[in-house]
């Protein structure tokens, strides 16, 4: 797997709040604008997992009640692992318009009136990556991790998004390659190495279950050199093809299969701190 | 990302803990940052404290660099104006806090982290006092993240996490705070973190975890000389054993839980229970109607009507038929309600005892009737009671019988002999409970 510029897609009408966007992690993030939903769309379906979606939500939203286009609740349920971000003036008394944006799945709020300086906005996108895996996997009830597994399991997510290796995934969590292996015996996690491929096959699973994407566009957008990459990597883990995956429920039958293997290691004698 | 997981400063801390940051949502808390905050307070008033909490929540994760950069000349201008307009000038109970924490959006050398925190917590109680459980978790989260090396800031994010039925995350904040408690050696902290986690695991069943947990909590308290939390770790200790069948180990803790109990303290009438309703379930009738006789004298009017209902069962199996008529009659004179469910299960075992099988069909139709009629109060009855149908109640007996001789071992009778004299002896020296008038 290759190691792929984060992609930030922009659809916002304010020239001067695009660029204080652009201007927020350029180091993080590759940043391209999109013209209308109808562009924006296109480019999320060959986007990969770690992009970043920058939306006005009233963009060309007429004169709707709440003043939400309709095109971001489509987009939202074609790609529902795709990290949508609403940028808005958030005045006190947008309050439904908030709470409708939070429940229909957007990641997080850019608030335009209080987040103005480039740490602020950088930080509101940060914290937006890829939440929703992040938050499955943490929070499965099959999953009963220590504080100390979830911290790795938080890195491991990150290391993935940026294309990092196990060592890499040490170096976030400020430790040796040896003592992130002892950390994960004694939180009951899968080695490094195995922990990755895992993360990897989960984040590739979620956009199977899109249904924007295609199966070679989801190798292409993981980083893969195609749809042969893709199966090989997934039949490392599981016995199935991209479709057959796709047909069970992708991140469903893989995640379920991650905790399997997770559940297996525990030890429920072990003294786990 | 600051390191929420600094290493320890001083030179008495030479160990190298690191302790995991903390996770700050849940599975069932999807969508931006505070978002449970709207969905508690609606209008205006639910924006501006969303606003105020997550200013504040960039605040605590952003560097000691991005600090003084990260809002503009002018925020603090404008959220003090929005509060205005929002909260008015009528002495709002929110007006006060939020406008503390408003200071995060000013000159970043005069934010102070200890009056954030302290402001966020009065969100918090405030939220909690109006049934707000996420809105006061989230506020919680934020004054624990202004002070995060402060364990006793976890610890109330733990307690409120747990009280909103957020296990995972409170299972991470209880690591926080066993961590951030053993750097700063704060030992009552450590010790009530470990009591919070061990209940809460035994209220979700994960019973070998809360053994761990007490365990910990017993050892630590018995180290530092914290003895009501010896006590109670001991009596739990006590129970879970009871439960996992290992007699020899019950009949110590329950021992030394007896001889960690001073007179006064407030769980010994449960204590006394729980010792005698396991003395009973394994045969130890004389024991049990020693116990309960004396414990009959201090308990509450909650659980007198179990006790008597065991005294029934104790004078079943020790073949005394007067004790147990006695007993019936008693409870036979106390208003019906609830609480009475387990006490007629009780005489229905002494009935089985005494081979009345008759009287024990109609000591289980009442306590199913007083079942069926209302709620079960949590507080009116033991931890071994119950309400089974005639069949499951004979089979449990027999069972009981067997198990006496078979099942994990026969036990410790000198310290179950100790603990019984123990218990006696501080419930006849204790105070009455207040609802009880003084024989004198």
């Known amino acids: 797997m290759q190691s792929r510029a984060r992609p930030l897609l922009i659809l916002h009408p304010d020239g001067g709040v695009r660029t204080r966007i652009r201007a927020a992690a350029p180091d993080r993030f590759h940043a391209e604008d999109a013209s209308d939903w109808a562009e924006l769309r296109s480019r999320v379906a060959s986007a990969p997992p770690a992009a970043v979606v920058v939306v006005d939500p009233g963009f060309a939203a007429g004169a709707l009640e709440v003043r939400i286009a309709a095109e971001l609740e489509d987009l939202l349920r074609s790609f529902p692992s795709a990290t949508i971000v609403a940028a808005l003036d958030a005045t006190p008394d947008a309050h439904d318009r908030l709470r409708v944006l939070g429940d229909w799945g957007i990641a997080e709020i850019v608030q335009l009136d209080d987040d103005r300086t480039g740490p602020a906005i950088r930080r509101r996108l940060l914290s937006a990556r890829a939440q929703s895996m992040r938050r499955l996997l943490s929070d499965h009830e099959a999953l009963q991790l220590t504080g100390r597994g979830r911290a790795i399991l938080e890195a491991s997510v990150e290391t993935v998004l940026q294309g990092g290796l196990p060592r890499d995934l040490a170096e976030s969590l400020g430790f040796s390659p040896s003592t992130l292996l002892r950390w994960c015996e004694r939180s009951q996690l899968p080695n490094p190495r195995r922990l990755i491929l895992w993360l990897r096959v989960i984040f590739a699973a979620a956009l199977l279950d899109d249904p924007g994407h295609t199966v070679e566009s989801v190798g292409v957008a993981c980083g893969y050199s195609g749809d042969q990459a893709l199966r090989r990597a997934i039949r490392a883990v599981l016995p199935f093809t991209p479709t057959e995956l796709r047909d069970r429920g992708a991140f469903e039958t893989a995640s379920r299969a991650f905790f399997a293997e997770v559940a297996s290691l525990a030890d429920l004698d072990a003294d786990r701190r | ?440």
């Not at chain 2, 408003?102 to 966020?120: I, N, Q």
């Open chain 2, 1 to 440: 990302v600051p390191d929420h997981s600094a290493r320890p400063r001083t030179r008495k801390n030479r160990r190298q803990w690191r302790i995991p940051p903390p996770p700050l949502r849940d599975g069932d808390a999807p969508g931006p940052e505070g978002l449970l905050v709207l969905h508690d307070l609606s209008g205006p008033l639910g924006t501006v404290a969303w606003k105020s909490l997550r200013s504040c929540l960039l605040w605590s994760l952003a560097t000691d660099e991005d600090r003084p950069s990260l809002f503009d000349s002018g925020a603090l201008r404008r959220r003090r104006a929005e509060l205005r307009e929002v909260l008015g000038t009528g002495g709002h109970p929110l007006a006060g806090p939020l406008e503390a924490m408003a200071r995060v959006l000013g000159p970043a050398d005069r934010v102070d982290p200890e009056e954030l925190a302290a402001a966020a917590s009065e969100v918090a109680d405030w939220a909690s006092a109006a049934g707000l459980p996420r809105t006061a978790l989230e506020f919680r989260q934020a004054a624990a993240l202004f002070l995060p090396d402060d364990p006793e800031l976890a610890l109330s994010v733990l307690r409120t996490a747990r009280d909103h039925g957020s296990h995972s995350r409170a299972e991470a904040w209880f690591h926080r705070t066993v961590g951030l408690a053993r750097r700063v050696r704060a030992w009552d902290t450590y010790v009530e973190a470990y009591v919070d986690h061990a209940t809460m695991m035994g209220e979700r069943g994960a019973l070998p975890a809360a053994r761990r947990s007490w365990m910990k909590a017993y050892r630590r308290a018995n180290r530092q000389g914290f003895a009501p939390a010896r006590a109670r770790a001991l009596q739990e200790l006590f129970v879970l054993e009871t439960y996992a069948g290992r007699r020899r180990e019950a009949d110590r803790f329950a021992r030394e839980a007896a001889l960690a109990m001073a007179p006064s303290n407030p769980a010994l009438p449960l204590l006394g229970h729980d010792v005698a309703m396991a003395w009973l379930a394994r045969g130890r009738f004389s024991a049990a109607l020693r116990l309960l006789e004396s414990l009959e004298r201090r308990v509450s009017r909650g659980l007198r009507a179990a006790v008597i209902g065991a005294r029934a069962w104790a004078a079943g199996g020790l073949g005394e038929d007067a004790g147990f008529e006695d007993a019936r009659a008693e409870l036979e004179r106390l208003p019906p309600g609830p609480e009475l469910t387990d006490a007629w299960a009780g005489v229905a075992r002494g009935a089985l005892l005494l081979g009345r099988r008759s009287d024990a069909r109609n000591a289980l139709l009442r306590s199913g009737e007083l079942s069926r009629a209302g709620s079960r109060d949590p507080e009116s009855h033991g931890r071994f009671g119950g309400a089974p149908s005639l069949e499951a109640l004979e089979a449990e007996l027999a069972a009981g019988a067997a198990g006496t001789a078979a099942r994990g071992g026969k036990g410790d009778e000198s310290a179950a002999r100790a603990a019984t004299d123990r218990l006696v002896d501080l419930l006849d020296r204790g105070p009455l409970p207040d609802d009880r008038p003084s024989p004198s």
